[in-house]
C-alpha cells in the first residue's frame, strides 16, 4: 500500500488485539494485489438491540486504481457478528472476493456467474439450531441457523428447496449462506 493503513472506532473501544487481527488481515490483501493504494477500516457498534448481544459493523474501503472498492454490510444481517474477531473476518473475505473480481476485470477477464448449488432440507434440528440440505446428487450439506438468509431459521420446513453456497468446514462440506427457493414439496405416492 502506497498509504499507510487507517483504522478507526465509533462506539467500539480499540484495542491492540482487535487492531493486529486488522493489520493481518489488510496485508494479506496487500499482498494478493499491488495495486492496493490505500486502505481504511472502521469498526463500529451503532446500535444495541434489545433481543440480542451487541453486534459489530466493519466496513472496508480499498483504493485502487480507477476505484473505490467497499464493503458495508449492515451487522443485523448475521448475529455471529457479535463477536468482532468473526465481524472482521467476514468483512475482509468480501473485500478479497471483491479485489480478485477487480484483479480479472483489469486483465480482461469475464467473470462468468454460474447459479447458486440448489437442494433441499432433509433434516432439521431447530433446538441446536442446525440442519442438512440434500443435494440433487444425494449428497447431505451441513448448515448453522447463522447461515440462513432472509426468511430466517426458524420458518425453514423439511422438503423446502433452497440455494446456498458451499465450502468445506472442519467437518465436511456445509452450507455459508441458505436462501429460500421455493415451498416444501412433497413425494407424491402412487
Known amino acids: 500500500m502506497q498509504e499507510p493503513l487507517q483504522i478507526s472506532y465509533r462506539e467500539v473501544t480499540g484495542s491492540q488485539a482487535i487492531e493486529d487481527a486488522i493489520r493481518e488481515r489488510a496485508d494479506k490483501l496487500d499482498e494478493l494485489s499491488d495495486r492496493i493504494t490505500s486502505c481504511r477500516v472502521l469498526v463500529e457498534s451503532p446500535h444495541r438491540h434489545h433481543h440480542q448481544g451487541r453486534l459489530f459493523h466493519v466496513r472496508v474501503e480499498l483504493a485502487v486504481p480507477g476505484r473505490v472498492i467497499v464493503v458495508n454490510r449492515e451487522p443485523s444481517e448475521n448475529h455471529a457478528h457479535e463477536?468482532?474477531?468473526?465481524?472482521?473476518?467476514?468483512?475482509?473475505?468480501?473485500?478479497?472476493?471483491?479485489?480478485?473480481?477487480?484483479?480479472?476485470?483489469?486483465?480482461?477477464?469475464?467473470?462468468?456467474?454460474?447459479?447458486?448449488?440448489?437442494?433441499?432440507?432433509?433434516?432439521?434440528?431447530?433446538?441446536?439450531?442446525?440442519?442438512?440440505?440434500?443435494t440433487p446428487d444425494g449428497r447431505e450439506v451441513y448448515f448453522h441457523a447463522n447461515s440462513v438468509i432472509e426468511q430466517g431459521f426458524e420458518r425453514l420446513e423439511v422438503g423446502m428447496a433452497v440455494r446456498f453456497a458451499e465450502e468445506l468446514?472442519?467437518?465436511?462440506?456445509?452450507?455459508?449462506?441458505?436462501?429460500?427457493?421455493?415451498?416444501?414439496?412433497?413425494l407424491k405416492r402412487r
Request: no cysteine.
Open 169 to 186: 468446514g472442519q467437518h465436511g462440506p456445509q452450507a455459508s449462506s441458505v436462501h429460500v427457493a421455493g415451498k416444501p414439496h412433497t
Open 83 to 134: 463477536d468482532v474477531y468473526v465481524a472482521i473476518r467476514d468483512a475482509f473475505n468480501a473485500a478479497k472476493r471483491q479485489l480478485e473480481d477487480y484483479a480479472r476485470e483489469t486483465r480482461g477477464v469475464i467473470k462468468q456467474h454460474e447459479e447458486p448449488p440448489t437442494g433441499h432440507i432433509v433434516r432439521l434440528f431447530p433446538d441446536q439450531n442446525y440442519g442438512f440440505i440434500e
